[in-house]
């Protein structure tokens, strides 16, 4: 499909800067975009590639002043990243599906499958459970007994879902991820050995929430796990039993979150952060890469780091004097000596 | 089924606190249990729920005082953790299986299945494996040639076990786990690339281990990397080539363990803890969550924490002193200033 | 297969000391080999095992100088790493397999399938995938459409490659890793929730890199994620979308690279480490495990540690002084004291 610049600048509501009848083809990187793609400028580390791009149109902010000439047509409009968005929708990244089940997938007699359910070679859903309509089965996606799957979800090749574990409408699940594994509880006996205590919850996965490859959340001792609507989980995340993620929390990749936390609404959690279990972390909170959340956190919109996590800013001073510490073991040292001299010791 | 607390006390051995016809359906959890639900206080973090719960019968320590009314009637135990863990086991959690050998897996003429084993629509079981009595293999489970599994063991769905592996008895291997991918082993070439090491030994988990979703174990170089009896290893686990894990050690989600370490029995490692290669740790050590151990621990029973890690309690004085760090520059520079007016320059 | 010590020695180029008629059947660890098995001494730290062994050959050193008596064998060698690694390809390791495509997998008909492929049973092949001649395919692989694998790869079982993704010659993936699963874009809407980018470029791996067990890689939301020729990356590994890992470049397990974070080439990358996105990392750079890179590193060659990293040995001085932290209150406190005392307070 090739569209004019100006065509695309109608559908973005943008206002168009050089010649309004650039032809595009696909979207590229700033990097190496090169005649017939449409890049875009969001983040100014990139804004030398502005210059010497062969893209054929650059979609920057409104306000963006360019200091060198541009040679392609700009398109400015008002969020460039929402405009990257609806662009990368129409110009392709629809997962397609044929609404059939394969003859080689294996569904239980007592499954219900909705309508336009498409399902791929050896996947499984066993007794009970429930496919809504529309929703795509990848190959080798297993779906356990009285699970319930929503409508529109997408599940990607060897996603693994267990009994009785449900999943929102429209959510999309990346490949291997493992929703409903035992959560791990043990009782220590008196001889050093540890008596397995069985899980008898599940996961609720409420509308809209993305879970990324190789992630995984266990089900729920009693109860359930559950990821609040609009929640989205990076790659390799855990999520131990009874923890709760809430609505339209984003959590970066490798992220840990121990059993019986619970996150509040709208926070943003950095990849390789880790929370210790039975804590509360109230709406908006954000947690820097790699810091390890100790209790409780009250304060809406408080930001943290280092491990345990302190408020955002003490630690970088702290860290920023953690640097500086050799040189202050050296001047503390020069300090005793001269008040050593001052007493005439 | 439905049962009364006095039936329930008598079976924990317990005593009763209000009325013992209390009739109990589920267990729920304290936060949102309800009538008919039996639920628990262990952790006193939730003891305010016990004066609201709507839950018919709550399980409590023997030594537990309330502080306001209870409407509930209360079991009194001496251990509310083993006690819940006999009860879910009761009520429920058992893994259902029939005995039967689906005719949509793949099970090599040479492999040997032993009776009531039960193994679900595309799972595969290569060359000369075996398959002890009892055991569940669910759906897209995968055996390797000569691998060889216990009894009354539970191989969850999507699990891979590679060939030469050994699997003891009871065992439980969680959703996608990995147990025998080649162990990280390289040798540096001349010319700046690496040559692969062929990794020739295999797994052993011994009897009773658990191991959680999305786990990797990796195969030894020559020779065997070990999970001893009893051994719990949570979910996102890094296991390299040649580690050992002692017997009845638990391990958090996200810890990773490098190549030829040892770690000792009865040891409790956090979550996202890290341990570098060819070390040994002492039995009963505990590695605080996120901590780098990075030498050999020979205390046992000693605590640890940091990265890399430092005696536990020093950890926590030192990063206390990190948290005044910069209010200890300021004061220094105050100091020096006053010795300098002091010295008359 | 049973060979002597001098036709070892002679295949490695070796010098022998010791008795070259010993026999050798098979390599074991120096801690527990036993007679016929050869063995080998690279790092010192097992160097008490080499006067205890029962091993029949010892592989060490052309430098090595034994402190007590020998009893086994010793070939010395120039490389004893390099010698191992060719030792253990002469003895085994090698994948079997026998060119079949199993009759219990599906490949499209329009998928291109080259000559002595192996396919395991329930492994998938989609529309328009290429696979090269020699691969092999364990079972319960997923290949998504027009993806294209090259020669001599070997899949293990439960791999999954999405659509698009390019898989270079010799590549080997282990089980359950994921290659070409979304990138994590969302477009932050007004209303607080998220609106998904969709992600239309690839994941690129070129020839000779290996992959770890459950390892993610993400495609890219424009152009292509790379992982370039020879890089080796371990287990649990993510790779965020349009990331870039140099030719060459080793990264240790549960190691983390954040979305267009560009890693240069023969870089070696320590386990749980992380990198934020949009930054670069020049040729040979070492980090250490657990840090934290946030920043672009221009060294070619420098070493890193902490979170946020600092240059190896500044980081270690450091964190020498934070151990001694707690002393050095007490220490400014006394030197408080005394500055008063002098100034007659």
Redesign the interface.
Known sequence: MTVTAAHLSKLLQGEIEGNPEAQVER???IE?AGPGEI?FLA?L?YESFAYTTEASVILVSKDFEPKKPIKATLIRVD?V??S??FL??E????VEAQGEV?S?S?VHESAKIGDKVSM???A?VEEGAEVGEGTII???V?I?KNAKIGKNVIL???V?I?HDCVVGDNC?L???A?IG??G????P?AD?????????GNVILEE?V?V???T?I?R????STVIKA?A?L???I?V?H?AEIG??T?V???A?F?GSSKIG??CMIG??A?F?G?IQIADGVKVQ??S?INKTIKEEGSAWYG??A?PYN?YL??????????D??K??KQ??R??KA??GE
């Open positions: 979207p590229g990187k190496d890049t983040n580390k969020d990243y929402a990257v968005a990368l929708d110009f392709g990244g629809k394969s080689s294996f791929g070679h050896f499984v990848f190959p080798q297993f356990g990607y090749p060897g693994k267990q999309i990346h490949s291997n493992v594994s035992d791990f509880g043990f009782a006996q050093g050995t540890y008596r397995k205590i069985a899980q008898t809209n993305e990324g490859a190789n995984t266990d729920a001792t009693m109860g609009g989205k990076d790659n390799l855990m131990a009874n609505k339209n984003v970066a990749a490798q840990g121990a609404n709208n990849g390789q880790g210790v039975h890469a790699q390890g491990s345990p302190l003490d001073r702290s860290y920023a004097a953690f640097r500086r510490l050799p202050m073991m001047k503390m300090l005793e001269e008040l001052l007493k």
